[in-house]
């Protein structure tokens, strides 16, 4: 029996995963630079101060690293303030578990101050009763620090608690750790999309099949 749900808000809540794989094109196209084929894929990879320091480098040479970096924050806080939109049916899917009473945390590597945002504009931020950040947890999701902090708040226990993720290493963290992990499509997220479809205990293509959800929570 299901106690718990703990979701990923990017790629999983919030359809935000573009905005990571093309911030540095999206900048360098502000000032009228081109960017080379692959960019996104060498920048991904990278830190907002590695990515600041490469297009410096290989593109700015004339910039300050420190002044990249300012404007590519402000650039992503201005898409989670004001752009990016919930997933397909992410309200639904949230509704459907919160009308059963199954408490709701969310667990997230990015900044608290754009995803709440975010959350609050689309609506889907009612729904969770608290939001867990790898920054302030102090360990990244390669660790089940932050599923096992929100398991705790929920008051469950990891096979009795649910962990949405688009990110292989995620799900593959979670599941280790004993949870019911499902693994989530995101169309700009994970590229080894077969490995989140066939390590969780289940795979959502969208938030609109339901019966899996079902299933666990009679079993």
């Not at 939001?131 to 932050?146: A, D, N, R, V, Y």
């Amino acid at each position: 029996m299901i106690c718990g749900a703990i979701f990923d808000i990017d790629g999983v809540l919030l359809d935000s995963m573009t905005i990571w794989r093309d911030l540095g094109s999206r900048y360098l196209k502000r000032h009228n630079i081109q960017p080379k084929d692959g960019l996104d894929k060498i920048l991904f990879s990278m830190s907002m101060e590695q990515g600041a320091e490469y297009l410096k480098n290989e593109y700015c040479n004339n910039f300050d690293a420190e002044d990249i970096l300012d404007e590519i924050k402000d650039m992503l806080k201005e898409f989670y303030y004001y752009e990016v939109e919930p997933k397909d049916n992410a309200a639904g899917l949230l509704k459907f578990l919160k009308d059963r009473k199954i408490p709701i945390a969310a667990a997230t590597s990015s900044p608290r101050g754009h995803v709440e945002k975010a959350l609050e504009r689309t609506k889907l931020l009612p729904f969770i009763e608290k939001i867990f950040t790898t920054s302030e947890i102090g360990e990244s999701k390669h660790s089940p620090l932050i599923y096992n902090t929100a398991a705790a708040y929920l008051g469950t226990t990891p096979d009795k608690t649910f962990v949405f993720e688009d990110s292989l290493y995620a799900l593959k963290t979670a599941a280790d750790a004993g949870y019911c992990a499902v693994g989530v499509y995101d169309r700009y997220g994970e590229s080894d999309k077969d490995g989140v479809r066939t390590y969780g205990r289940a795979y959502l293509k969208n938030f609109d099949d339901f019966d899996m959800i079902v299933a666990y929570m009679t079993n």
